[in-house]
Nanobody
């Protein structure tokens, strides 16, 4: 049974950093392309970043240079390191593998 569990969200101030985690079970994370998506209040879900099975990464333009996607194969866990956070990064963040979505973790950036 595929399960994705996000954690690490919270309330931070602009300029702060936060690291999200996605613990995967029921499959080998490193063998799959894994993504982070987010959804802000009143807006559609948007893709944030992806890491493929070879470890190659790609990012949405608005987060390039600030966010880093990575994984720990031994822990079967994916991460999203977020630096220089902005109020417009406020959203529910989701870990995604194909059609499988986690429950999300809330990130709020506010002074």
């Amino acid at each position: 049974q595929v399960q994705l569990v996000e954690s690490g969200g919270g309330l931070v101030q602009p300029g702060d950093s936060l690291t999200l985690s996605c613990a995967a079970s029921g499959f080998t994370l490193s063998s799959n392309a894994m993504s982070w998506y987010r959804q802000a209040p009143g807006k559609e879900r948007e893709w944030v970043a992806i890491i493929n099975s070879r470890g190659s990464t790609s990012y949405q333009d608005s987060v390039k240079g600030r966010f880093t996607i990575s994984r720990d194969n031994a822990k079967n866990t994916m991460y999203l390191q977020m630096n220089s956070l902005k109020p417009e990064d406020t959203a529910m963040y989701y870990c995604v593998r194909g059609a499988n979505w986690g429950q999300g973790t809330q990130v709020t950036v506010s002074s």
